[in-house]
């Protein structure tokens, strides 16, 4: 249609000649906040429940959350306007490692140490930091147009979450479902403190591997050879594992050898760890500095024998010469000295997996140390049975087998973290390393006195819980458990979960676990699991690479309209998305389309003295008849595609009538209609398209 037209033949037009979202996004957003649009609480509807994963408190908006959150808005604005009371419940995560270390940066750069404040003194000046810097990417999300209950916000910190998550661990361990033990962990030196294996960043490192000969015992020149990429660590062997078909070492089983510079004996035992086919197909046993070696090490009863101290250096369980030193001095001084003594079989070059801490940068060395526990295969129990049953589904369903594997192979949760912010472990010790478990130290306390008989100085433990801990009850905690409250009675269970896929095991098994545990449901009926967003050529986005894409540049260039719909449009089960600018310059080029759509129907009186009795059943014009048709299957073909979280579908559903049907063919088949004399017709049709832009915006 000609411009000129169209303000030749009508009015002069309400809407501006284009469309500034700039103005209009923060305008029609502050109305919305204004009049409460986002608030839950109707009483007429059935409940419908969206928690959404809580950003880090420290956290800036990227590409991930633009399209997880873009995703939840979709079906909260589609269950509000189909009059459910919705709750989209927003919140933060206090974010242990993450938040202590932007405060310790601080502190550094003031030439001080939260050692220097104590513990107190420095947990408040986080409290400080957290009211001043925490939480800035909720003024992102509002930017992208979230219609998250706002008036609702909890964060993992305040004071009614703090008390659930304190009564669960205090429940748990009344239950023997929490426990101390000594275990490997991912212990980040730098950091001194253990960390999951989310924080762990497995980096690919030239390396070498070292191949060592040791000496068997009772036969002169015979040497068993091992291969070793951490030459150190062979300070803390006490045994070799062979195949047990290996037909090479049969002899051996059984047997022991001396451990050179130590002189310990060591046991060869037979394990299917070993691999005949790599190297010698011997393999050096470290049960304390490896988990797989630590495996190796249960089914054979070893010594579990510990050669580092929290910084990573040696301690006093090896030979002085190597004693209080770090662990890569420690490892030349090994090779140097094994090589003098000829048992430096040869040195090959090797690409190999190295793990990091992806906070500190360092190398995470798997330490073992006194934890705190949760009894997870128990847990996991019924949240497996809940899936199997499906009492909640997973969409794509591919993802179920990926929870099966993890529920079904379940290991110990570590929960404890060596931090000062965070929910400090409601446990304190006696003189006698008594250990008394309750909500406060009041009760420790009577407890203590209850058991000693007499008046006892208690000692509570510095450890914190892990996040994950906390996060685990964000469907109830959120909703006022443990007291009845009124919102958790109508709005758990919630409805969808939607995540990435990374979190399954982290976040949604443990939420899973709690919720059925506490709450005798499962959290969420679905759960839906997105696809990642890649750069333009398919590769993951990360700094280094330079490829990463702002959402929020790109709604500042084409608006947050355009970035929503573009990422809706490319959410397909199953495939991950291949994000460009030029992706969101086409959807901003459809807003564009439908803006000058609606100058016409405003400048041809559509908008003019609305009926509000007008019957879209009843016009009696043809081309009316029509669109109004191909409005109710468009309507329809974007209902199905939702409720199947097909995100695709419906945009392309709502692309091609919008722009194809409604803008190409429509608006230039009424002209007529709108140019003509007859009276009637006239308004039938600018009702008719009212209608129909009516069902396109919303």
């Known amino acids: 249609m000609s411009e000129n037209q169209n303000i030749n033949q009508g009015k002069p037009a309400k809407l501006d000649k284009a469309f500034d979202f700039h103005k209009a996004e923060t305008r029609i957003y502050d109305s919305w906040e204004a009049i409460g649009a986002f608030k839950a609480g109707r009483t007429d509807g059935e409940a419908y429940t969206i928690v959404l994963p809580p950003p880090n408190v420290t956290g800036s908006l990227h590409m991930g959350h633009a399209l997880n959150h873009t995703l939840q808005d979709i079906l909260i604005r589609f269950e509000r306007m189909r009059g459910k009371d919705v709750l989209w419940q927003p919140g933060m995560d206090h974010a242990g490692i993450a938040t202590q270390m932007v405060v310790e940066r601080q502190l550094d750069a003031e030439g001080i140490s939260r050692h220097d404040l104590g513990r107190e003194k420095f947990v408040e000046r986080i409290w400080q930091w957290k009211e001043k810097s925490g939480g800035i990417i909720f003024n992102q999300m509002r930017r992208l147009g979230q219609s998250c209950d706002w008036s609702r916000s909890r964060f993992t910190m305040d004071d009614g979450f703090a008390g659930a ?20 962990v991912n212990w980040d030196p730098k950091l001194k403190t253990a960390i999951s294996d989310l924080e762990v960043e497995q980096k690919e490192i030239n390396g070498h591997y070292w191949h060592f000969k040791y000496p068997v015992d009772g036969e002169e020149n015979r040497f068993l050879t091992v291969a070793t990429t951490r030459p150190e660590t062979m300070l803390g062997d006490v045994a070799v594992a062979v195949h047990p078909d290996d037909e090479r070492y049969q002899d051996l089983i059984g047997k022991t050898l001396t451990l050179p510079l130590v002189g310990r004996k060591l046991i060869v035992v037979a394990d299917e760890h070993a691999d005949p086919e790599k190297g010698s197909g011997a393999v050096k046993i470290t049960p304390a500095h490896d988990f797989d070696d630590n495996m190796v090490g249960k089914r054979h009863d070893l010594e579990e024998i510990n050669i580092f101290d929290d910084q990573a250096r040696t301690n006093d369980a090896v030979p002085e010469k190597y004693r209080n ?127 000693y008989g007499e008046e006892k100085q208690l000692t509570r433990d510095p450890d914190v819980l892990d996040t994950w801990f906390s996060s685990a009850l964000w469907p109830f905690g959120t909703l006022g458990w443990p007291d009845n409250t009124p919102e958790l009675n109508k709005h758990y269970r919630t409805d969808v979960l939607v995540t990435g896929f990374d979190i399954i095991f982290f976040w949604v098994a443990r939420m899973m676990m709690d919720g059925i545990h506490f709450m005798d449901d499962v959290p969420f009926h679905t759960v839906y699991v997105h696809a990642l967003v890649r750069d333009e050529h398919g590769a993951k986005m990360s700094k280094s690479k330079g490829n990463v894409i702002d959402p ?21 089960q199953g495939r991950d998305i291949k994000m460009s600018e030029k992706r969101v310059e086409g959807y901003r080029n459809f807003g564009t389309k439908l803006w000058n759509a609606a100058r016409f129907c405003d400048m041809n009186g559509c908008f003019d003295d609305v009926d509000a009795t007008f019957d879209p059943a009843k016009v009696s014009l043809a081309v009316n008849k029509w669109i109004i048709g191909e409005m109710v299957k468009a309507t329809a073909d974007v209902t199905r595609a ?49 209608w129909v832009m009516d069902q396109i915006l919303k």
């Open 552 to 572: 929020l540049e790109l709604a500042d260039k084409f608006g947050a309209d355009a970035l929503r719909f573009t990422l809706a449009s490319m959410e397909a």
């Open 165 to 184: 998550v304190l009564k669960v661990f205090v429940e748990l361990y009344k239950q023997d479902l929490i426990y101390k033990a000594k275990r490997l």
């Open 642 to 690: 939702l409720e199947n979280f097909r995100y695709n579908e419906a945009t392309a559903a709502i692309y091609h009538f919008t722009w194809g049907t409604f803008c190409d063919w429509y608006v230039e088949l009424i002209k007529p209609q709108f140019y003509g004399d007859d009276g009637a017709d006239k308004t039938e049709t600018r009702n008719t398209a009212m």
């Open 325 to 451: 030193l770090d662990r890569l001095v420690v490892r030349k001084m090994v090779v140097a000295d094994m090589d003098t003594l000829g048992l430096l079989e040869k040195v090959e070059d090797t690409v190999h997996m190295v793990p990091y801490g992806d906070r500190s940068g360092v190398v995470i060395e798997p330490w073992l140390t006194d934890q705190w526990y949760v009894n997870a295969e128990v847990l996991a129990k019924p949240a497996l049975e809940a899936v199997e049953s499906g009492a909640t589904r997973f969409v794509p369903k591919n993802w179920e087998k990926t929870y099966f594997e993890w529920m079904r192979n379940i290991e110990p949760w570590c929960i404890s973290r060596q931090l000062w912010w965070g929910h400090q472990i409601p446990a304190w010790y006696g003189p006698d390393g008594r250990i008394f478990v309750c909500l406060t130290e009041e009760d420790a306390v009577a407890e203590a006195l209850d058991h």
